[in-house]
């Protein structure tokens, strides 16, 4: 099933593309997924959280390519998954729909069939459950604060720090030993006494 569709090139032209109308028919629904994308390492957080909430494995992903499309390798527990690099939400719940769909029917669902759609659906839903992760990828994105050269003063004030310290743990031990020393010192006293008192007894 598909058919030839006419797209308005960049510079006015038209020219055709074949769609298959299934393809068509998920731009259409999940538009604003297909208008949200991620870079790569963002990709792969998305796939790894998707996988461990419908519980479908552990994943392989690779990126290639920048067509906003991908393929997919795995019955369901796991495989390995090829996404275009920047890809759109629409292409991860779709990839990730067929590894659904095997675990769900276990046998190949087709693009387009109810099934298929009834579990795209639900991972499309769980993405927009959970806002797409935008807190965590604004976060991911936001630039580093840089981390200011420590003044002159602040170096001196911070070796005085460091060398404070260092009596501080020092002084502990002496007294630590002081306190070994004289419980030492306390029993070979009374060890001497007892020796001596045995002694006279003996006579
Ligand atoms: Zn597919």
Known sequence: MGGIKWVE????EKEPI???NWHDKEI????EEHKKKVCDSEAERIVKKIA???????YQINFHGYK???RIWGRGYGGTVTLSHNPSFALICHELCHSLCYKRYKKHISHGSKKFEYQLQRLINYCRKKNFWQDEINRLREPKPQKLEPTKEEIKQQKIAKAEAKIKRYETKIKMYQRKLSKARRSVAMLKRVATKKEVATF
């Open 28 to 31: 259409e629904q999940y538009r």
């Open 18 to 20: 074949y769609v298959s």
């Open 52 to 58: 461990r909430h419908f519980k479908l494995g552990r």
């Open 9 to 12: 090139r960049e510079d006015g």
């Open 68 to 70: 906003d499309s991908g």
